[in-house]
């Protein structure tokens, strides 16, 4: 299983930008499908965006199309997710996840997972 470290959140003001990081090690990056997912006390976690692995396909979740844009260093094994023009709703425990399956979007679909990274936008 591939080990997954999130880095980058912090407090933004509406309207802000914020430039998630995760480093993964221990497996072969190049293989795997990414994606971020994030969650608030209570709530089911949210699909916030995929990346494939080999042809980097990527989708995103409804609230942040337009707004989020994941890409992927194979080479620095990191994945990262560009948030713009933030919102107060943006707020949440944002995860990296890693799949085997080439189009996966569902949170079930990840085996592997990061420990999450706060993002909290101030309006």
């Known amino acids: 299983q591939v080990q997954l470290v999130e880095s980058g959140g912090g407090l933004v003001q509406a309207g802000g930008s914020l430039r998630l990081s995760c480093a993964a090690s221990?497996?072969?990056?190049?293989?795997?499908?990414m994606g971020w997912f994030r969650q608030i006390p209570g709530k089911e976690r949210e699909f916030v965006a995929t990346?494939?692995?080999?042809?980097?396909?990527?989708y995103y979740g409804d609230s942040v199309k337009g707004r989020f844009t994941i890409s992927r260093d194979d080479a620095k094994n990191t994945v990262y997710l560009q948030m713009n023009s933030l919102k107060p709703e943006d707020t949440a425990v944002y995860y990296c996840?890693?799949?085997?399956?080439?189009?996966?979007?569902?949170?079930?679909?990840?085996?592997?997972w990061g420990q999450g990274t706060q993002v909290t936008v101030s309006s």
């Open positions: 996840a890693a799949s085997r399956m080439k189009y996966a979007t569902g949170p079930g679909s990840f085996g592997s």
């Open positions: 221990g497996g072969t990056f190049s293989t795997y499908t």
């Open positions: 990346i494939s692995w080999s042809v980097g396909i990527t």
